[in-house]
């Protein structure tokens, strides 16, 4: 896993010395069910996910770089609904003290450079809930495209099911649309 940086957030392994941030966002109940997850109890339930990021080498720790401190994740995954090589799936989330500044755009932009440019992706995919008018936001911004919705999607930590609002882009969109533009994105205004 590659450390990536962009103007305000550093992208890196995570580390264990990260538990007390990462608990303090994942606990939030306003930020874990955007993403299908329940706020973490504890900070054993937080080591325990920490360990597994850690292990698996598939999301970043987001590094704000104004105060040092973690504040969300981005993963880069394989996507269960199409189990086809040299497809990835993005997740992120963002601690509620930093919504609205434009920072997960900018951590996905990264990431985005990152699959298509380091890791030659094919596709790149990404999900939201219905109800995640915000995470709909991120995801237009970052340049997906609509793909519709996959109906009764995803079943949530608490048994709750949900459709899928699917989008995706192909290695040969990231190219035509943002191959020179894409050491310009900060400047394109925040969320």
């Given at each position: 896993?590659?450390t990536l940086e962009t103007e305000r957030?550093?992208?890196?392994?995570?580390?264990?010395?990260?538990?007390?941030?990462?608990?303090?966002?994942?606990?939030?109940?306003?930020?874990?069910?955007?993403?299908?997850?329940?706020?973490?109890?504890?900070?054993?339930?937080?080591?325990?996910?920490?360990?597994?990021?850690?292990?698996?080498?598939?999301?970043?720790?987001?590094?704000?770089?104004?105060?040092?401190?973690?504040?969300?994740?981005?993963?880069?995954?394989?996507?269960?609904?199409?189990?086809l090589p040299n497809i990835k799936m993005?997740?992120?989330?963002?601690?509620?003290?930093?919504?609205?500044?434009?920072?997960?755009?900018?951590?996905?932009?990264?990431?985005?450079?990152?699959?298509?440019?380091?890791?030659?992706?094919?596709?790149?995919?990404?999900?939201?809930?219905?109800?995640?008018?915000?995470?709909?936001?991120?995801?237009?911004?970052?340049?997906?495209?609509?793909?519709?919705?996959?109906?009764?999607?995803?079943?949530?930590?608490?048994?709750?099911?949900?459709?899928?609002?699917?989008?995706?882009?192909?290695?040969?969109?990231?190219?035509?649309?943002?191959?020179?533009?894409?050491?310009?994105?900060?400047?394109?205004?925040?969320?």
């Open positions: 896993m590659e957030l550093l992208l890196r392994k995570w580390q264990e010395s990260d538990l007390a941030d990462f608990y303090e966002y994942a606990k939030n109940p306003n930020v874990g069910p955007k993403a299908g997850w329940k706020p973490h109890e504890s900070l054993l339930e937080s080591r325990e996910i920490l360990h597994s990021f850690i292990e698996n080498e598939e999301v970043w720790a987001v590094v704000y770089k104004e105060n040092s401190k973690v504040i969300g994740s981005v993963g880069l995954h394989n996507d269960s609904k199409r189990m993005i997740g992120y989330v963002l601690s509620e003290d930093y919504w609205g500044l434009g920072l997960i755009p900018e951590a996905v932009f990264a990431v985005m450079r990152y699959a298509f440019e380091g890791l030659a992706i094919d596709l790149l995919t990404i999900y939201h809930y219905p109800y995640n008018y915000q995470s709909r936001r991120v995801i237009e911004k970052c340049g997906f495209r609509y793909e519709g919705i996959l109906r009764m999607g995803s079943q949530i930590y608490n048994g709750q099911i949900y459709d899928d609002v699917c989008y995706s882009l192909l290695k040969e969109e990231w190219f035509q649309d943002f191959g020179a533009a894409a050491d310009i994105f900060h400047e394109i205004d925040p969320m």
